[in-house]
């Protein structure tokens, strides 16, 4: 079998024996505790009962997602420009960057709802905050990594500042910031899921997956509970594999990482 | 005293910091056409001989003057060769020699002239597209020797370029080296640890020692130019090269350090 269609084969393969041993385990259990574990079947029907719920609950998680992703890019941009200045500037100021992203989200939510109320102003601002830390982090080393010869190269042909930053740190920096962005990818939707039970608002039909989880949950829809997990998988692989194709656009043609080795 | 000098070392010493003394005393000129070599154990000061050149690292005392200028006001005349190809890997072949230039505001058009002029010398000029990951070292060295031409350089300052390469290659380019300066005439320092290298390349071969850096002594090689591969082969070729190996031991000391 070819490479490619291999690739293709496994992971199919793969889904194959794990809904059989859902729908095994799903049958192995007694009548009474078989809502532990709904069967695939019953998930998917699920997923078709509450498809405009689910929509517009996806919709919203996705803006909040999105809204709070791309505040953390911006952000953390600016900010990784300023702490590349100086190691004084990073020592002054990591700690607090760090203490930020080790307050958990549940902790954060109701200070975020004091601020801004809750709904879609929180959930964007909490996811914000998950999103970003990884992003400053690795486009900040990014841009003091840039190989000391090329800097010296610069030097020699005296390239101001400015020629300095946009020809040659910020270009170096790309590699790490995609790295960032990748774990950023990962971390949004999840933040803006749990922000969303945390922070959530089902006013004007507001509310997004993390909300409409708690309401399946507290009224035992579990199938229903099921198509919102899945549905919140589909939308974080969907993000990722957004931040794959646009590294792959910017990257290509000359990182390492993308060499093929195989003829 | 017909031309002036056109480089000027005159007593000039360098430590960095309160550290101990790198270069000690070094006094030289150079003229125009020169193609000096720099050649000495590991430590000798010989790339920060070429730094203070470039004018990348100050003189700590003495007097360098590149035609009469500080070696900083004369920027402009000099291009330098690093021993690492030193290439943006994300700018393509024609984007990388354009570089420099490009850091001088030189316009686009005139850019491109002098990047296809530079990219024929050193036989580039069907990979302009290519990005340096698809090139081999030898080819990522000449693009980075077009590089330094495409500024039309006065001086030409080459820090061991070579050094990471394979003996043959070493040699073709060595050759096409020589092949384009007959075309482009400028003045070379060349810093290698080759004893063949220098004497094929050069008409002045200074032999430094370490601990200070110092000139311990000059060899002239009178071999004509054009030199080709066929003056490898010569008498006085051999007989330079046993010169100035039999120099170098003497300088490195009967035997080898222990290594650490």
Redesign the interface.
């Known amino acids: 079998m070819s490479r490619p269609l291999l690739k293709l084969f496994l992971p199919a393969f793969t889904g194959v024996i794990v809904i059989a041993v859902w729908y095994g385990v799903h049958f192995y259990l007694t009548e009474e505790m078989r809502f532990l574990l709904p069967s695939p079947g019953a998930v998917l029907q699920a997923l078709i009962d509450n498809r405009d719920t689910l929509a517009r609950a996806t919709l919203n998680t996705t803006e909040g997602a999105l809204l709070g992703f791309g505040l953390a890019v911006g952000v953390s941009l600016v900010l990784a420009l300023l702490l590349s200045l100086s190691s004084l500037v990073r020592t002054s100021l990591y700690p607090y960057l760090m203490a930020l992203q080790m307050t958990p989200l549940p902790v954060l939510a109701p200070i975020c709802v004091i601020w801004v109320g809750a709904g879609l102003k929180s959930v964007a601002l909490l996811t914000f905050v998950i999103a970003f830390f990884p992003l400053v982090v690795n486009t900040t080393q990014g841009l003091i990594s840039a190989?000391r010869?090329?800097v010296?190269?610069?030097?020699?042909?005296?390239?101001d500042r400015a020629?300095q930053l946009f020809?040659?740190r910020l270009?170096?920096a790309?590699p790490y910031f995609f790295t960032g962005l990748r774990i950023a990818a990962t971390l949004a939707p999840i933040g803006a899921v749990v922000a969303d039970m945390n922070a959530g608002s089902s006013a004007g039909d507001g509310g997004g997956l993390g909300f409409q989880a708690v309401i399946y949950a507290s009224q035992a829809k579990y199938p229903a509970l099921f198509a919102t997990a899945a549905t919140t998988c589909v939308l974080g692989f969907v993000l990722n594999a957004a931040v794959i194709a646009l590294a792959w656009i910017a990257l290509h043609?000359?990182?390492?990482s993308y060499?093929r080795t195989d003829p | 005293m017909s031309t002036p000098p056109l480089v000027e070392f005159r007593a000039v010493s360098k430590r960095f910091g309160a550290g101990p003394l790198v270069l000690d005393g070094i006094s030289f000129t150079a003229r125009a056409g020169d193609f000096v070599s720099f050649i000495g154990p590991s430590g000798c000061g010989k790339s920060t001989l070429l730094r203070l050149l470039a004018g990348l690292s100050p003189v700590s005392s003495g007097r360098l003057t590149v035609d009469d200028l500080t070696p900083e006001a004369a920027a402009a005349e000099l291009a330098f060769v690093f021993q690492e190809p030193t290439l943006l890997p994300w700018l393509n072949v024609a984007r990388n020699v354009e570089l420099p230039q490009r850091l001088r505001g030189t316009a686009p058009a005139e850019r491109a002239a002098n990047r296809q002029r530079v990219l024929d010398l050193v036989r580039l000029g069907d990979r302009a597209a290519a990005y340096p990951r698809q090139l081999s070292g030898g080819q990522k060295m000449r693009v980075s020797i077009a590089r330094a031409l495409a500024l039309s350089p006065k001086i030409l300052l080459l820090d061991e370029p070579f050094g990471a390469l394979d003996e043959m290659t070493r040699e073709h380019l060595n050759e096409e080296l020589l092949a384009i300066r007959g075309a482009e005439a400028w003045t070379a320092f060349f810093v290698t640890h080759s004893v063949a290298e220098a004497v094929f390349l050069s008409n002045r071969i200074l032999v430094m020692s370490s601990n200070p850096g110092r000139i311990h002594s000059e060899i002239t090689v009178p071999l004509p130019y054009p030199r080709t591969s066929d003056t490898r082969l010569s008498r006085e070729y051999l007989d330079r090269v046993a010169d100035v190996s039999r120099v170098l031991r003497s300088v490195e000391g009967p035997e080898p350090a222990p290594t650490r």
């Open positions: 190989d010869h090329l010296e190269l610069f030097r020699l042909y005296r390239a020629q020809l040659l270009p170096a790309l043609h000359w990182h390492d060499e």
